[in-house]
């Protein structure tokens, strides 16, 4: 079992940047690919970024691609994402989650735990 709780949201105005935390509890974060996706009000849950289990790999949606960073630390069982040069339409409630598995996955159903989430909100 793993419990993840998101931390960083808040209000910004564009063109500004945040920086969300993922803190994941258990020993085997290591290996747990780990995600990032997000859900404006209205609309479906969708993929922002993943990262690979051992920090090798990464990937984006193409809306965030140049403007957020994902990145992990194993030691401190927390993963991160920074997110510059923000829109208004990245406005949604951000939520990271846990693959069992080495690689990352832009699919929501290959994700076994889920955060409670956190509100980035982006005035224009």
């Known amino acids: 079992q793993v419990q993840l709780v998101e931390s960083g949201g808040g209000l910004v105005q564009a063109g500004g940047s945040l920086k969300l935390s993922c803190a994941a509890s258990?020993?085997?974060?290591?290996?747990?690919?780990m995600g990032w996706f997000r859900q404006a009000p209205g609309k479906e849950r969708e993929f922002v970024a993943t990262?690979?289990?051992?920090?090798?790999?990464?990937y984006y949606a193409d809306s965030v691609k140049g403007r957020f960073t994902i990145s992990r630390d194993n030691a401190k069982n927390t993963v991160y994402l920074q997110m510059n040069s923000l829109k208004p339409e990245d406005t949604a409630v951000y939520y990271c989650?846990?693959?069992?598995?080495?690689?990352?996955?832009?699919?929501?159903?290959?994700?076994?735990?889920w955060g409670q989430g956190t509100q980035v909100t982006v005035s224009s």
């Open positions: 989650a846990a693959s069992r598995s080495y690689g990352g996955s832009a699919y929501t159903t290959s994700y076994s735990y």
């Open positions: 258990g020993r085997t974060f290591s290996s747990y690919a």
């Open positions: 990262i690979w289990s051992d920090n090798s790999k990464s």
